[in-house]
């Protein structure tokens, strides 16, 4: 385990939207991770879940009221033991009444007094999300310090869709640990940026995710192991900083669509070099995280190769170097970040390989992970280098996937113009 994953007092949030249901499940992956949690639920949150559901899956029972244990002072005593407030689902309503300093619930007086990390997470029909008194709402609160996730598109709760509907439960969760993660970081007396600025906005942001997969007859593919979970945080954190993000995926583990990402679908080397080419052309950023295949073969066969008494010799060619294209592109200047997944060997060691992959590709920065067994693919944490094209090594500590795309975005940032 990280240090930062250790055991956290976590407050969870809960108002009243239809959303609401959603929260049981971030409850339950917390406690998983093994927090302890205390649920702050409005009056209205339990109109929508029924106080049981919450004090069977936090082991605690639920406080609404200012004037429930009066003796433990709790609306005070919660928001300094709190090591992160997390509310999920944040109504247009909370928003407001966070906006005005108010404390007419137990919800709000924690919200005072606490002095760690807020992470509101809010879930709305999209007239709500887009009237200018939330819209107003969100800045003023983020201007604070407040981190106010970004709604997912889709359904919401009739037949209508559009922005304003609650992200993914995994999604809540990778942010909330994130917090977490970079709260250890400071109270140990570091000088780390937080990992939620809104320092993208405005900026277009191409992210590539997963793996390819090239066919070699109707059912079998050559392809390369990547679970899309590097690639997705880049796109969640990029989105969550305030930019414009389009995410192009091959073949990936079992993720949700991130919130606030105008994801497209590839297969194949070729159909990822389209997509991300083209989504390129106007952005500021593009990130290669996708671990495609270099290599094809020659011919598709139209029928499945048949077993036969010896394995079949499949020629194979190059694809296209997608991170190579990017750079010689005639366009105007943007940034080219790469990943280069290394193994050491007797002739050189991973960063060095990753040194000369930089210079060879001509990228600005270059992410290096040490793959392998139990390394980097498909795990949940990642750990390398990002090394830039002006020399600069840096170390990326073991932590979450998002943990190291913040730190690549803090890198980014501080390059653009
Ligand atoms: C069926 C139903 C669904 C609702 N869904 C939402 C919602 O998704 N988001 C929201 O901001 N308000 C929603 N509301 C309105 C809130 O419940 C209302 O504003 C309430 O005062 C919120 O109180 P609270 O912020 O103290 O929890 C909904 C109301 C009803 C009756």
């Given amino acids: ?23 049981c499940e971030v409850l339950r992956r917390l406690r998983e991770a093994g927090h302890h949690v205390q649920v702050v639920a409005t009056r209205s949150a339990l109109e929508f879940i029924g106080a049981a559901t919450f004090e069977a899956l936090s082991g605690r029972p639920v406080m609404t009221g200012v004037f429930e244990n009066v003796h433990d002072v709790e609306h005070v005593a919660l928001g300094r033991r709190a090591e992160l407030v997390l509310l ?25 007094t606490a002095r760690c990390p807020v992470l509101a997470v809010p879930a709305m029909h999209t007239e709500m999300w887009e009237h200018p008194a939330t819209v107003d709402n969100v800045a003023t609160l983020r201007r604070r310090g407040t981190v106010v996730l970004e709604p997912a598109s889709g359904r919401l709760t009739g037949a209508d869709t559009g922005p304003g509907r609650l992200p993914e439960p995994p999604e809540i969760a990778e942010f909330a640990r994130l917090l977490l993660e970079w709260g250890a970081s400071t109270s140990a007396g570091g000088t780390e940026p937080f990992p939620l600025p809104r320092d993208l906005e405005g900026r277009r942001v191409v992210v590539s995710a997963g793996g390819t997969a ?32 389009t995410l192009v995926a091959g073949t990936i583990a079992d993720l949700d669509p991130p919130a606030a990402v105008d994801l497209r679908r590839v297969q194949t080397t070729r159909e990822m070099r389209d997509a991300v080419l083209d989504a390129s052309k106007a952005a500021d950023v593009v990130v290669m995280a996708a671990a495609v295949s270099d290599f094809r073969p020659t011919a ?31 366009v105007p200047r943007r940034l080219v970040v790469g990943f280069a997944a290394e ?20 990228c600005d920065l270059l992410v290096v992970n040490a793959v392998g067994a139990g390394k980097a693919f498909e795990m949940e944490d990642n750990e390398g280098w990002l090394l830039g094209a002006d020399g600069s090594s840096m170390s990326l500590p073991m932590g979450s996937k998002a943990a190291l795309a913040a730190r690549v975005w803090d890198a980014v940032a501080e390059r653009l113009p």
């Fill in 343 to 362: 193994t050491g060997d007797e002739h050189g060691s991973v960063l060095d390989y990753g040194r000369a992959k930089l210079e060879r590709k001509g």
């Fill in 300 to 330: 598709l066969s139209a029928g499945k190769i048949k077993k036969g008494e010896e394995p079949p010799s499949i020629p194979l060619e190059f694809n296209p170097d997608i991170l190579r294209e990017l750079v010689t592109e005639d």
């Fill in 1 to 23: 385990m990280i240090e930062s994953d250790r055991p956290r007092e976590i407050v969870l949030g809960v108002s009243g939207g239809i959303a609401a249901y959603k929260s």
């Fill in 88 to 112: 999920v689902p944040a109504t247009a309503d909370l928003l407001a009444r966070m906006t005005q300093g108010r404390a007419d619930d137990l919800l709000t007086s924690t919200l005072l």
């Fill in 214 to 245: 090239e066919p070699l007859d109707p059912v079998r593919t050559l392809g390369n192991r990547s679970s899309g979970r590097q690639g997705y945080a880049l796109a969640r954190v990029a989105a969550q900083r305030g930019a414009d993000v």
